[in-house]
């Protein structure tokens, strides 16, 4: 590797560990990132293979902290689904999101008592309610579990 190329290769290599020093980013999302900044394709293919063999940069940890992280924040299993491929998940790690670690029942019933509790049973209100709770993620039968208590 020559002078220059070891500039370009360091430069990637130390906007990379800047970005997943923030937090965990999938690798298409560091791809992109690494590429918006200018650097040339086989320089950033260089350093994802450097970061995921040293373990700086997995999927899986990106795939597990997204996933508690909307978990945690009142989204459903649609909506982190999609949200993972968007990020080029493999379907595999996407498993992870209907694994039991995760109560999604539980996520909706508190995210349901918090915003709807309160709010009048009526026909237009419960439509806007469930609409509410399809647009997070989640699925139609548990929202009706939640809601009518089927």
Known sequence: ???????????????AIGLLSRREH???ELRRKLIL??????????????LKERDYQSDQRFTES????????????LYVTGE?????ISEALMA?????????FFALNNLYQKKFAKMP????????????LARRGFTTAL???VVHGE
């Open 84 to 88: 993972l491929r968007q990020h080029q």
């Open 1 to 15: 590797m020559n002078a220059a190329d070891k500039v370009v290769y360091d430069s990637a290599y130390h906007s």
């Open 37 to 50: 900044k200018d650097i040339p394709e086989p320089f950033v293919a260089k350093v994802l293979s450097v």
């Open 66 to 77: 997204r996933i508690r992280h909307r978990y945690l924040q009142g989204y459903g299993p």
């Open 143 to 145: 929202i009706r579990s």
């Open 26 to 28: 999938s690798e298409y």
């Open 96 to 104: 992870l999101v209907w694994s039991v670690e995760y109560d999604w």
């Open 121 to 132: 049973r009526d026909f237009k209100a419960m439509q806007k309610c469930q609409a509410y």
